[in-house]
């Protein structure tokens, strides 16, 4: 990757330069004409990997008040970069171009920490410098070769003559000599190996949602990366400059996001994610019935099994790896291990319900039987959590019961979901447990309105989580968009929620009210408490994608009023930023004419979010398939935030969907397979 200002000049400031495997090839690449740093003009994105940045200089002693050069720079990410001067002067330009260059070859992990070591001194090396230390080492070389190397000062020096209506051009190349890591580490999208959706094309009467879906997949595509163990296996790497690599939740939401695009992207970050499963670490999962009978291989007993409790210290199986995550000023740190475990589960029967073909499902689900297996065992006895409810997936029960976990509102969300995703992969396969699931989803939805319910003066809300003894934490949080992210059920219609018809009400009223819409999104946190933070990960700041939930969320519910206002808002901030939305930004309340405050940790781009800005136009046209069945409905937004829209290029069984939405929010599917039939919901 490669990060300047907007004057395109690398100074060594902060994330300055380009790098590569994380490490700073270059650090400083300064151009100067006759001694002269360009006058920035222009610096913008051509696409999530080039940049063009346009400056103009004055000949020294030129009457002439209009500049008579300009300086281009075309800079990609992997390293390349091209400097033309054009002289649009009357005179012929004499002057010298010194392009200085340094680094400190520095690791991405030191640089976010804030270190930043000297500048490593450099070598003159063929048309170029070279630079080594720290075990790692970089080149520069030059086409055409330089006149002069100052290797002290790190100067690349041409004498220049460009005579009038003419240009001069000079192409740099920063690569690494550092030796690889062993194993063998992701590479980007091979040459010839496709994008994993189909490109669709949007139009309607607001152009900011048309520039926002064109340039999220752009910034998409830009962090694909091809599985080690399988090339044509792509998922998506979670962000940059922070996370440039395989983070589990984040692909696989990534993946869901982009289902009405296709199931390419689904299946090959699910078949990534299933080589990546933890597996054989824990005891046996009895079947269904608990007669201590061990299940067929890779089956998952539903709750209320018996099964014995996993030593302390063994892996979970069943686990789908992930980091931990900052949860915010009212809870310790959670282990993303577990949304990403739930969300396998979810995408796997989503990927199906949209047409991913039913070979591929059946060579995943014994993964999805394993996840359920490790849902199973997080379902805490009162010893070890809030009983009833589910905790840390990648906690032993033992540990658990030392240190006893909280429920969380999203976990129990997700929890409830994959239940009945699980169940229904398990129906159609001919796989025992889907019956116990159900049934399990139902007592959890009783426990859940009963326990985590906090009623107030305004009516009540649902608690951000539950300690032990059943202590609600009160705070008012955007994890609480999960609770209307029901998941995409049999004949297109939504699976049931936790929450009944007047709870969603209430909570809908929720995500309207200032303290939590701060005008761009909906804050992380509460403006109203007193640990409210605007620049918090989790204690202020709008997460883009779960604003976005919020607005697909509420409309299925009814609520198109209240989505309508947060649609508004996001749609204000991505005009913002070119229609690349971050992954997240400051909760600041909006102001008339000032834009949103820019997080200073925040990845961009960022996976989720890229995702997440393709779902917010895509969900408005309503299409809810299923392939199985046979069956696709399509139930738009019947206020028609966007105006008139048109989506052609969408994906359902892998053919091409086209849907157009008019002005009342009425739908008429243009183009589709001929074997599905289709509903209005």
Request: hydrophobic share 40%; net charge negative; proline share 8%.
């Amino acid at each position: 990757m490669a990060s300047s200002g907007p004057d395109g000049q690398l100074r060594g400031h902060g994330l300055h330069g380009f790098f590569h495997t994380g490490v700073r090839t270059v650090a400083r690449m300064e151009v100067r004409l006759g001694g002269i740093e360009p006058m920035p003009l222009q610096g913008t994105l051509t696409s999530a990997a080039a940049a063009r940045f346009v400056g103009a200089i004055r000949i020294p002693g030129d009457p002439d008040p209009d500049p008579a050069l300009t300086v281009e720079r075309l800079r990609h990410a992997d390293g390349v970069e091209t400097v033309t001067v054009r002289n649009t002067g009357a005179r012929p330009a004499r002057l010298p171009l010194e392009i200085a260059l340094g680094t400190d070859l520095g690791l991405l992990t030191d640089i976010a920490a804030g270190r930043r070591s000297a500048d490593l001194p450099a070598q003159v090396q063929s048309s170029g410098l070279r630079w080594a230390g720290h075990g790692r080492s970089a080149t520069v070389s030059a086409q055409p070769s330089p006149h002069a190397v100052l290797a002290g000062a790190g100067v690349l020096r041409w004498d220049l003559e460009v005579q009038p209506g003419s240009r001069w051009s000079v192409e740099l190349r920063a690569d690494s000599e550092t030796q690889a890591v062993a194993g063998r580490p992701p590479t980007g999208r091979g040459p010839g190996v496709p994008l994993p959706w189909a490109e669709p094309e949007v139009r309607c009467d607001d152009t900011r949602a048309e520039r926002l879906l064109t340039r999220s997949l752009d910034t998409l595509g830009g962090l694909l990366l091809a599985d080690a163990d399988r090339p044509t296996d792509l998922y998506a790497a979670s962000g940059a400059p922070w996370r440039f690599g395989l983070t589990t939740a984040d692909a696989l939401w990534a993946a869901r996001l982009t289902l009405p695009l296709g199931t390419r992207l689904a299946a090959g970050t699910l078949r990534a994610l299933a080589r990546r499963q933890q597996t054989g670490g824990a005891p046996a999962i009895t079947g269904p019935g608990g007669s201590g009978e061990p299940s067929s291989s890779g089956t998952a007993a539903a709750p209320g099994a018996n099964a014995p409790a996993a030593a302390p210290g063994t892996r979970i199986d069943g686990l789908i790896p992930g980091p931990l995550r900052h949860g915010g000023p009212e809870l310790p740190p959670s282990c993303t291990a577990t949304e990403a475990t739930l969300l396998f589960v979810t995408v796997l029967a989503e990927a199906w319900r949209w047409g991913l073909p039913r070979a591929e499902v059946a060579e995943l689900l014994p993964a999805a039987e394993r996840a359920l297996a490790a849902l199973r065992t997080a379902v805490a006895d009162g010893t070890d959590g809030p009983e009833g409810f589910v905790t840390d997936l990648s906690r032993t029960a033992a540990d658990r019961a030392a240190r006893p976990a909280p429920a969380r509102v999203e976990v129990q969300a997700q929890a409830h979901r994959a239940a009945l995703h699980g169940a229904d992969l398990l129906e159609a396969f001919g796989r025992p447990g889907a019956e116990e699931w159900r049934a399990w989803a139902a007592r959890l939805r009783e426990r859940f309105r009963d326990r985590f319910w906090i009623d107030d003066l305004s009516g009540g809300r649902p608690a951000a989580a539950l300690l032990t003894e059943d202590r609600p934490v009160p705070a008012v949080a955007s994890t609480l968009v999960h609770l209307l992210d029901l998941g995409l059920a049999a004949e297109g219609g939504l699976h049931e929620g936790l929450l009944d018809r007047e709870q969603t009400r209430l909570l809908a009223q929720r995500f309207a009210n200032p303290e939590l819409d701060c005008g761009w999104g909906l804050r992380t946190l509460s403006a109203k408490s007193a640990r409210f933070n605007p620049l918090g990960h989790r204690s202020g700041a709008v997460r883009v994608h779960e604003t976005v939930l919020a607005v697909s969320g509420l409309s299925e519910a009814g609520f198109e009023r209240e989505a309508g206002a947060l649609l508004e808002g996001l749609l204000d901030a991505s005009a913002h930023v070119d229609g690349r939305l971050p992954e997240m930004y400051a909760g600041e309340q909006r102001v008339s004419g000032c834009p949103p405050v820019p997080h200073p940790a925040a990845c961009g781009p960022a996976a989720v979010s890229a995702a997440a800005g393709v779902h917010l136009v895509l969900a408005l046209a309503g299409v809810r398939p299923d392939v199985p069945a046979g069956r696709v409905v399509v139930r738009p937004a019947s206020t028609a935030p966007l105006g008139e829209l048109e989506l052609t290029g969408l994906r359902v069984a892998g053919e091409p969907f086209s849907v157009r939405v008019s002005r009342i929010g009425v739908a008429v599917v243009e183009e589709a397979p001929a074997d599905l039939q289709l509903g209005a919901g």
